[in-house]
Structure formats: structure tokens, C-alpha cells
């Protein structure tokens, strides 16, 4: 397997722009995972699905943010509008829920760095 | 909620000395403890996990140690060397309800330096 898929791997972008960032869990995973990661805060989780279905979103910063999950293999998170201090590192990571669920191995995509001016 | 705080910030290490990294967690129900190493640019990868039901667990020269009683957890490295240089991450993990899965709550992370 290719391990969890992310696209773009950077993305610059002006400020007020729409942001949409893409990720491709690893395939039989039902869980999935988007984090963003700054210097000053730290890796934070924004929202996680499990088959598909939005567990929590309490991390979303705002209603700027929002993310879909159309199906097992495809995700998006959306920026809309985008502003200066959204630049940071978003990762996506995904997990399989095993028969005791209290233990899975969360694998993290590349990343996605992106930068608004 | 969950609360995870990772102490020191940064480590700076000699080559071959030991490095030690702790985490305290406030939620008692938490039962799974992994971490994460993350190396410049990279994405954050597991390295060990330790279960609520172990006190210590070892690979090669990493170990982790869990104090229930306690609430805190720590890595140790040991014979570090510069490719051991990386950002390291604590986390701690609910028990799920409903049959979900709980979120991972990462500590802040810290930074260790092995100067050759």
C-alpha cells in the first residue's frame, strides 16, 4: 500500500482564497484523522470520521473550516476564506479499528504545507 | 477532557548518552500510550506504544515506562546518536464510547538534539 495519500504537498495562496486540501487513507481504514501542526500550538486534531460519518469536529477552528468524507478512500478539508493565520502543516492520518478498539496505530500523510499571503 | 503535558521542550544530548522524555495525562480512563517521532519535514511516525496493562516496554534501545498510579508516562533512549534527532510526541488515548474510537491527544512535543 502507499501509505495515506495527501495533495496538494504545497500550496500557496492569497488571503481570502478558497483552500482545498485532499487525502487518500490507507485502503481498509475506517478511521480518519485531520491535524493541523504549528510551531506555536503544536500538532491539533480538527476533525476525525469514522466509515465516512464525522465523529468530532470540536477541534474545527472556525466555520471558515469545513470537512467532507464522500467515500472510504477520498477526503477533503475546505478553507473558505482562507487568512494569514491559517498557514501551518495539515496532516491527515488514518487508522483501523481492530476488535478491541482502545488500540490503532494512527498512520500520518505527508502533510500539506500551506502559506496564504 | 484529556490533557497530555510532555516535558522538556528541547533536549540537547551528548552522542551515546541517555535521553529521558515524560508525559503526565489527566484522564484515568486512558489506556494507550504511544509515541511518535517526527523528523524535519517529515510526518510524525509511531516508534513504540505502551498498554495500560504493562508497566515497561523496550525495543533495542528505546524503552517506555508507565506509572498508572501516577499518570505519567516517559520514553528513555539510550546510546543516542545523531539520527536520533527529531521531535518526539506523547500521546494518550480514551477508551472510545459507543463503540467509536477516542481521539489520540498528542503532548506538545520536544525537541532533541544529539550532538555528535
Known amino acids: 500500500d502507499a501509505g495515506v495519500i495527501q495533495s496538494p504537498r504545497h500550496e500557496v495562496t492569497e488571503m481570502g482564497q478558497e483552500v482545498t486540501l485532499r487525502c487518500k487513507p490507507i485502503s481498509g481504514h475506517d478511521y480518519l484523522f485531520w491535524y493541523r501542526q504549528t510551531m506555536m500550538r503544536g500538532l491539533e486534531l480538527l476533525i476525525y470520521?469514522?466509515?465516512?460519518?464525522?465523529?468530532?469536529d470540536s477541534g474545527m477552528p472556525e466555520d471558515r473550516f469545513s470537512a467532507k468524507m464522500p467515500n472510504a478512500s477520498f477526503s477533503t478539508l475546505k478553507i473558505q476564506p482562507s487568512e494569514p493565520r491559517d498557514s501551518a502543516v495539515y496532516f491527515c492520518a488514518s487508522s483501523l479499528e481492530l476488535a478491541d478498539p482502545t488500540y490503532n496505530e494512527q498512520f500520518f500523510g505527508p502533510g500539506t504545507r500551506l502559506t496564504v499571503l | 477532557g484529556e490533557n497530555v503535558e510532555q516535558h522538556p521542550s528541547t533536549l540537547s544530548v551528548q552522542e551515546g548518552d541517555s535521553a529521558v522524555i515524560k508525559c503526565t495525562y489527566s484522564?484515568?480512563?486512558?489506556?494507550?500510550f504511544p509515541w511518535y517521532k517526527q523528523e524535519l519535514g517529515k510526518r510524525p511516525q509511531l516508534i513504540i506504544d505502551?498498554?495500560?496493562?504493562?508497566g515497561e516496554k523496550k525495543d533495542q534501545r528505546i524503552a517506555v515506562t508507565l506509572n498508572k498510579t501516577a499518570k505519567h508516562f516517559s520514553l528513555h533512549i539510550t546510546e543516542t546518536q545523531p539520527e536520533d534527532s527529531a521531535v518526539y510526541f506523547c500521546a494518550a488515548k480514551r477508551v472510545g464510547y459507543g463503540g467509536s474510537q477516542g481521539n489520540l491527544i498528542f503532548g506538545k512535543g520536544t525537541k532533541l538534539s544529539v550532538k555528535p
Open positions: 470520521f469514522n466509515n465516512n460519518v464525522p465523529i468530532d
Open positions: 505502551i498498554r495500560s496493562n504493562v
Open positions: 484522564d484515568s480512563a486512558s489506556n494507550y
